[in-house]
């Protein structure tokens, strides 16, 4: 029993440690998580307007891939026309992206809030974006930041 027991838990181990994020072209009309239509979504530079009287929203949101976890794809981020970022992840780890998303335009269904990311995390997500050890200890402050949570994402173009 103790065997099988060490075997299960050393393939688990291997498969969170070799993590990769999902392979393959992404193509218009793919679904990651749950599967959702592109109707009634607003523009992601509609977010931070849309957030000033309720810090908290459910929507849909359409923009375009500037950015994916090159370690398991569990975020990505959206650029926006002043060229801040908004910082998506996927709902309870639930679902990843390929990083052959970058450049893609999507829909994202789920919920976006304001949020202050503490210095630690912010080098986190610089170390899992692979940036140089100069980078992330240029982060000395910690920033708020619009961050959405998505349930589905659909590739539009």
Same mark, same amino acid.
């Given at each position: $029993?103790?065997? +099988? @027991?060490?075997?299960?838990?050393? @393939?688990?181990? =291997? ?5 990769? #994020?999902?392979?393959? #072209? ?6 990651? !998580? /749950?599967?959702?239509?592109?109707? !009634? ?10 957030? =000033? ?9 359409? !923009? ?12 990505? =981020?959206?650029? =926006? ?8 992840? $996927?709902?309870?780890? !639930?679902? @990843?992206?390929?990083? /052959? $998303? ?13 949020? *202050? *990311? %503490? ?12 940036? %140089?050890?100069? &980078? +992330? ?7 708020? &930041?619009?961050? @959405? ?9």
């Amino acid at each position: $029993m103790k065997k +099988i @027991f060490l075997i299960a838990v050393l @393939f688990i181990a =291997t498969k969170i440690t070799f993590a990769q #994020p999902p392979a393959g #072209p992404v193509n218009p009309g793919d679904t990651y !998580g /749950e599967k959702i239509q592109p109707d !009634g979504a607003i523009p992601v530079d509609a977010l931070p307007k849309a957030l =000033t009287t309720n810090n908290t929203l459910d929507t849909k949101i359409t !923009g375009k891939v500037t950015g994916v976890c090159p370690k398991k794809g569990c975020w990505l =981020t959206l650029e =926006t026309a002043d060229k801040t970022k908004v910082f998506v992840k $996927m709902k309870d780890y !639930g679902f @990843f992206v390929p990083t /052959e $998303m970058i450049g893609k335009t999507v829909v994202l269904d789920g919920q976006a809030k304001l949020k *202050t *990311t %503490s210095v630690e995390e912010l080098q986190h997500y610089a170390e899992d974006a692979k940036k %140089s050890k100069e &980078e +992330i200890a240029a982060i000395t402050k910690p920033e708020t &930041e619009v961050r @959405f949570t998505a349930k589905g994402i659909l590739v539009v173009n």
